[in-house]
């Protein structure tokens, strides 16, 4: 069987992009290919360095983020939902970037298999819009405790248009998150990559 070239979408800020895998459907289900190192290296995603799965499941409305770790233990995420849908954000946190400040917003499905790359220097966060969505993260760094970071997530400098018929459900840390303008380790924007 011949190997078809993964659907990516790239976006006006330089680093996230949205893939598409190749679906098989049939009467039985569906079957696809949810990560190869050799493929997801080919469109420049550093998937030899993932280190670690994470799995999360929510109910509607649940908010996690706008979460990110702080140098020199920076997370790059391949994210993705099995089971449900949400809105995910990735932010632009890199200090001298054209486009700091901004973000790219996308829906993510167990129908869509869609996955979102959010390269490390973006901050993440999602919005699961119905009851037992079953998110993925696979990481390229480990999680450290010390290094984890958050901003928050209806920060009116983001102009993120969350869904205004869900009622957001937001932990006590993330609820208590500082706004972009305080956020003193952000990183770095550098053009060469």
């Known amino acids: 069987m011949e190997e078809k070239a993964m659907e990516t979408k790239r976006f006006f800020i330089d680093g996230p992009v949205l893939l598409q895998p190749e ?22 995603i550093p998937a030899d360095r993932f280190v670690q799965d994470n799995v999360s499941k ?14 020199p233990f920076e997370q790059g995420k391949l994210v993705q939902v099995l089971c449900g849908r949400v809105l995910d954000v990735a932010v ?44 993925t993260y696979k990481v390229t760094g480990l999680y450290h405790k010390e290094s984890d970071r958050g901003i928050l997530w209806n920060d009116p400098a983001l102009d993120i248009a969350w869904p205004k018929d869900v009622t957001p459900i937001v932990s006590s840390k993330d609820a208590a998150s500082p706004p972009l303008s305080e956020i003193v380790d ?3 924007y550098n053009e060469e990559h």
């Not at 979102?116 to 699961?128: E, K, N, R, V």
């Open 23 to 44: 679906v098989f459907i049939d009467d039985r289900g569906c079957f696809f290919e949810s990560f190869s190192v050799e493929r997801y290296q080919k469109l420049g």
């Open 58 to 71: 929510s109910k509607r409305g649940v908010v996690r983020g706008l979460h990110y770790q702080a140098r």
């Open 92 to 135: 632009d946190i890199r200090v001298g970037s054209p486009t700091y400040g901004r973000h790219v917003m996308v829906e993510l499905s167990g129908v869509n298999h869609k996955q979102f790359w959010i390269p490390a220097g973006f901050a993440h966060a999602f919005m699961s819009l119905v009851d037992n969505t079953i998110f």
């Open 186 to 188: 952000a990183f770095v």
